[in-house]
């Protein structure tokens, strides 16, 4: 029994985030050493929020699989789901937890597109977990371990069923889900917004 934590992010996200905050950085010392000091409070909000959006969708989420449960940490909300309440697990669209407190959604989980799935060789259709396979033991593309929703699917489905074997299931406390809300990134992201409205009426 696997008792680590396993904590999976979006494998192009980080690349995009420190480009766009270079590129911002870059942009906001050209102003300064320019003296453009009006331009600077136009677009210095706005491009502060670029760089702050980015981080939000690209470097935040990420998918934690440890002992207690599966954690999505999303845009502006985490769920963290225990073992005992997952009922299924699907990939169609990104890795996602149906409860019986509702689905779940894990946005650094995405589902591959159909030119990836293409791409895709036989061997990557072996030694999944059983409850992977459907009908004539056909996957879905969004399975494929390649993908990001195939491979966080792959480590919850293979610890889920290893508690479900052992009969463990039972014995791990807590049956729901407990979701939090990122206040300070909301604040920050809500004052980003007006002080570049603001800039634009300048």
Do not use: C
Not at 20 to 39: P, R
Not at 100 to 124: C, D, I, N, Y
Not at 143 to 169: C, I, N, T
Not at 191 to 200: E, M
């Amino acid at each position: 029994m696997d008792d680590s934590t396993t904590t999976l992010r979006p494998r192009f996200g980080r690349f995009l985030t420190v480009l766009v905050g270079v590129i911002v950085v870059i942009a906001l010392g050209a102003l300064l050493i320019s003296g453009d000091f009006a331009g600077l409070i136009r677009g210095g909000a706005a491009l502060a929020l670029l760089g702050f959006v980015t981080w939000m969708l690209f470097w935040t989420p990420r998918v934690s699989i440890g002992p207690a449960g599966v954690e999505f940490v999303n845009l502006i909300r985490t769920h963290r789901v225990t073992w005992p309440a997952i009922q299924r697990i699907d990939t169609k669209y990104a890795l996602t937890l149906f409860t019986p407190q509702g689905k779940f959604v894990a946005w650094a989980a995405p589902a591959p597109g159909r030119l990836a799935a293409s791409r895709a060789v036989k061997h990557e259709f072996q030694g999944l977990p059983e409850s992977t396979y459907g009908a004539e033991r056909r996957i879905g593309i969004g399975d494929l371990p390649s993908s990001d929703s195939g491979l966080a699917g792959f480590y919850v489905r293979r610890q889920w069923e290893q508690y479900r074997e052992a009969g463990l299931l039972d014995r791990i406390d807590g049956t729901g889900v407990v979701t939090t809300w990122h206040w300070p990134t909301i604040a920050i992201f809500g004052a980003l917004a007006v002080a570049t409205a603001a800039g634009a009426l300048l």
